[in-house]
């Protein structure tokens, strides 16, 4: 009797289990102008496709290989392959493959592969590359590369961010690149103007050089890179001389309080008497002693590039040369300098 009833339970979960397979709807190919005026008409967000043509826009449930839309594209779970839309995509689940939306590419659990959007990318989890031309966000985590105009933003990253402007994200492994401003808990690798690090290294201090540039700067990053912003006075030229001051740095340990720092970095003085800048470029490396965990002196070694189209200011270029090319419309100056300076660490 037991072994009846122990049969007759099994024969239902098998029947139930193929008339579910029965009732999952799949096209080889879904025509769509805008829903529900499609081959699958108000039933295409249940079906599975193969390849979709929407016209101006299409639902669906899966896509497997290639969907186009005119518009707009939306995958109500996964889809793999090409996706491509003159405006958006949206997936409702994970995208496998490559997402291109003129304007904004959704996916609401997991993007693998590439994404491409003219404006914006949008995902919980991901690995691979994505391109937005204004932003991209990952909610959770991320493996691989974001590329945007102004914006980036993940909670954990691994790999490489790259903006214009800003990069946020919580634990960072690997880079971050961006033209002012990084933002993170955790990230060694920050390459910005202003690196804001919860777990790094900020200082403000004060430096002089060779050429007698007087520089309140700050510097700020993770463990090993940082960025450089200062300004101040110039004491030694003709005019008025204001200089603003901007690079990068590697933190390079040694011993306990001694490490040495290096840096590359570019200064900008105006000319109080024209329109002319007189441009110098240098690259120091600087032996740091720390006389307590917040107070820093360092100084060392530069070679120096400067060049302007002011020639009154000839007096402004050293001595200590290694090349020099003086015209009657241009200085040039390829010489050794040093820099010295103070800081305190916060």
Same mark, same amino acid.
């Given at each position: 009797?037991?072994?009846?009833?122990?049969?007759?339970?099994?024969?239902?979960?098998?029947?139930?289990?193929?008339?579910?397979?029965?009732?999952?709807?799949?096209?080889?190919?879904?025509?769509?102008?805008?829903?529900?005026?499609?081959?699958?008409?108000?039933?295409?967000?249940?079906?599975?496709?193969?390849?979709?043509?929407?016209?101006?826009?299409?639902?669906?449930?899966?896509?497997?290989?290639?969907?186009?839309? &005119? %518009?707009?594209?939306? +995958?109500?779970?996964?889809?793999? &392959?090409?996706?491509?839309?003159?405006?958006?995509?949206?997936?409702?689940?994970?995208?496998? &493959?490559?997402?291109?939306?003129?304007?904004?590419?959704?996916?609401?659990?997991?993007?693998?592969?590439?994404?491409?959007?003219?404006?914006?990318?949008?995902?919980?989890?991901?690995?691979?590359?994505?391109?937005?031309?204004?932003?991209?966000?990952?909610?959770?985590?991320?493996?691989? +590369?974001?590329?945007?105009?102004?914006?980036?933003?993940?909670?954990?990253?691994?790999?490489?961010?790259?903006?214009?402007?800003?990069?946020?994200?919580?634990?960072?492994?690997?880079?971050?690149?961006?033209? %002012?401003?990084?933002?993170?808990?955790?990230?060694?690798?920050?390459?910005?103007? +202003?690196?804001? +690090?919860?777990?790094?290294?900020?200082?403000?201090?004060?430096?002089?050089?060779?050429?007698?540039?007087?520089?309140?700067?700050?510097?700020?990053?993770?463990?090993?890179?940082?960025?450089?912003? &200062?300004?101040?006075?110039?004491?030694?030229?003709?005019?008025?001389?204001?200089?603003?001051?901007?690079?990068?740095?590697?933190?390079?340990?040694?011993?306990?309080?001694?490490?040495?720092?290096?840096?590359?970095?570019?200064?900008?003085?105006?000319?109080?008497?024209?329109?002319?800048?007189?441009?110098?470029?240098?690259?120091?490396?600087?032996?740091?002693?720390?006389?307590?965990?917040?107070?820093?002196?360092?100084?060392?070694?530069?070679?120096?590039?400067?060049?302007?189209?002011?020639?009154?200011?000839?007096?402004?270029?050293?001595?200590?040369?290694?090349?020099?090319?003086?015209?009657?419309?241009?200085?040039?100056?390829?010489?050794?300098?040093?820099?010295?300076?103070?800081?305190?660490?916060?």
């Amino acid at each position: 009797m037991k072994k009846s009833i122990l049969a007759a339970i099994l024969c239902c979960f098998t029947l139930a289990s193929a008339l579910a397979q029965t009732n999952e709807k799949t096209s080889a190919v879904h025509v769509s102008f805008i829903p529900p005026l499609s081959t699958h008409g108000s039933q295409a967000a249940e079906y599975t496709n193969g390849v979709s043509f929407n016209i101006l826009a299409g639902v669906s449930k899966n896509e497997k290989y290639f969907t186009f839309g &005119g %518009l707009a594209n939306i +995958i109500h779970n996964n889809a793999s &392959g090409v996706q491509f839309a003159g405006l958006l995509n949206t997936i409702g689940n994970d995208a496998n &493959g490559f997402q291109f939306a003129g304007l904004f590419n959704r996916t609401g659990n997991t993007t693998r592969g590439i994404q491409f959007a003219g404006l914006y990318n949008l995902a919980d989890n991901g690995y691979g590359f994505q391109f937005g031309g204004l932003a991209n966000t990952i909610k959770k985590e991320y493996s691989g +590369i974001q590329f945007a105009g102004l914006f980036n933003s993940a909670k954990d990253f691994q790999g490489f961010q790259f903006a214009g402007l800003v990069n946020i994200a919580k634990n960072v492994k690997g880079v971050q690149f961006a033209g %002012l401003v990084n933002i993170a808990e955790n990230s060694d690798y920050p390459i910005g103007l +202003i690196n804001i +690090i919860k777990n790094g290294e900020m200082s403000v201090g004060v430096t002089y050089d060779e050429t007698g540039s007087v520089i309140a700067s700050f510097r700020s990053g993770g463990r090993v890179l940082y960025g450089i912003l &200062g300004v101040g006075y110039n004491h030694k030229s003709n005019h008025k001389h204001y200089v603003a001051e901007g690079g990068f740095g590697a933190h390079i340990p040694v011993v306990n309080r001694f490490r040495i720092n290096a840096e590359l970095k570019s200064q900008f003085m105006n000319m109080s008497s024209s329109d002319e800048f007189l441009n110098k470029s240098s690259f120091s490396i600087l032996p740091a002693f720390k006389f307590t965990p917040n107070l820093e002196i360092f100084a060392g070694p530069s070679i120096n590039y400067m060049n302007t189209d002011d020639v009154s200011n000839k007096n402004m270029f050293p001595g200590g040369d290694i090349w020099t090319k003086f015209k009657d419309d241009r200085l040039q100056q390829l010489h050794i300098g040093y820099t010295a300076g103070i800081q305190w660490i916060f």
